[in-house]
């Protein structure tokens, strides 16, 4: 989401979504031939990269994940969509991309003359993805889309009926699934070093500022976020309980405490605490919150070791440490660039004509559950899944 003030196109954008007036100030297919490790020095040449449109410019987008681009084998920056000219013009010229590749939302749709687009990447508010990852399978483009996928199950159904339609993948930006320190865990937890998994422990929250912050604005408008702390936070803690796992829970229970005298919290949720069953009775204790100091980590206890990793879902920086009954242990493990090895799986995926490790069938998943984990919070009922 852009992350500047609306010119008009910006403008009659946010009002066709009926976003209403608080965001007026929001801070914002064809196929290819397998592709072959380039020799060293043609690492930079963009003939062998797949080229992505960026839908939405916003604080994410900018400060995050394009900057990624720079380390990406296979993928490049190639179009931008903006409502507004002059931040797209800006980052045109810092990315090398053609000012002819500059989209508004109102001539999105043309995107499907462009060749130069391979896959668009939606960086939009939750709320808006299910009509841009249509309007792109309609347009012939591959998608990656963040997460949350959608608002509800069902547009998440209509996104992956329409790129199935349409023949073109369909994946979700899940980064924490292509990092080095989580990917480790998981490796741990499937060679046996931790023993039996018994319990998790997954927390993941922050102070939401809509006020301070215009890159927040949206987040506490439900028909733009879908919901609170739990859709954008508990997200990352649900997510890992099941690629940890690698299960899928049955069962889950949830309480909520939100304060609806905060203006923050008049349509979006603040805490969420919600437990997860799985087949093998593995038991998951997690938590979302817009109102605490940040926090990003899990923990998992095994019969014969515990392995942490805090932060667990940062953007640059992670730590891991084991115990067990003779003390306790960092391994040593590189960081790596999660969103180039994202982005790249994106492109090898469409270029080799694979499924995403992180398909639309999982973004749906995780909102099922997530629905689920409402619908417990709000009758304080178990809910089986």
């Given at each position: 989401?852009d992350?500047?003030s ?30 072959s490790?380039?020799?060293s020095a ?12 960026i839908?939405?410019?916003g ?19 190639t ?25 508004s ?13 391979d896959?668009?990447?939606?960086v939009?508010?939750?709320g ?7 309007r ?10 963040e997460?949350?996928?959608?608002n ?16 073109v ?9 292509y ?9 741990r937890?499937?060679?046996g ?17 809509p006020?301070g912050?215009?890159?927040d604005?949206?987040?506490v ?6 919901g609170g ?8 803690s649900l ?11 049955v ?14 919290f008049?349509?979006v ?9 799985f ?8 938590t ?7 926090v ?14 805090d ?59 997530i ?15």
């Open positions: 989401m992350s500047t609306s010119p008009d196109s910006r403008r009659r954008f946010l009002r066709q979504a009926g976003l209403g007036a608080a965001l007026a100030a929001v801070a914002g297919p064809a196929a290819a031939l397998p592709f490790e380039p020799t043609m690492q930079n040449d963009n003939q062998k990269k797949l080229g992505f449109a839908v939405g410019l604080k994410f987008a900018t400060e995050q994940m394009m900057p990624a681009f720079k380390d990406c084998k296979h993928a490049r920056i179009a931008l969509v903006s409502g507004s000219p002059d931040k797209a013009k800006k980052l045109a010229a810092e990315y090398g991309v053609d000012a002819k590749n500059i989209y939302y109102d001539n999105f749709d043309s995107i499907k003359d462009n060749p130069a687009v896959v668009v990447y939606i939009l508010p939750v808006m993805h299910a009509e841009y990852t249509v792109a399978a309609k347009a012939g483009k591959h998608v990656l889309t997460k949350p996928m959608a509800t199950p069902e547009d998440c159904q209509k996104m992956i009926d329409a790129c199935k339609k349409a023949n993948k369909l994946m979700v930006a899940y980064r924490a699934q990092e080095p320190f989580n990917l480790d865990a998981i490796a937890i499937r060679k070093e931790l023993g039996k998994v018994m319990q998790i422990t997954a927390d993941h929250g922050r102070i939401v500022d006020t912050d215009k890159a604005t949206w987040r408008q439900k028909k733009l976020a879908g702390s739990l859709m954008d936070l508990g997200i990352y997510n890992a309980t099941r690629y940890l796992t690698g299960e899928e829970p069962e889950v229970t949830a309480l909520e405490m939100s304060d609806k005298a905060d203006p923050r008049k349509e949720e603040d805490r969420i605490h919600f437990t997860l069953r087949p093998s009775g593995i038991l998951a204790t997690c979302s919150s817009y109102s605490i100091e940040g990003k980590r899990y923990r998992v206890f095994g019969d014969k070791a515990w392995l942490d990793l932060p667990a879902t940062d953007y640059y920086e992670h730590k891991m440490t084991i115990g067990d009954k003779d003390g306790q242990q960092q391994p040593k493990i590189k960081e790596g660039n999660q969103f180039a090895a994202e982005l790249d799986h994106m492109a090898e995926c469409v270029m080799q004509n694979k499924t995403p490790k992180t398909p639309g069938e999982e973004g749906l998943k995780d909102i099922r559950l629905m689920a984990i409402y619908e417990a919070a709000r009758t304080g009922k178990k809910v089986k899944v």
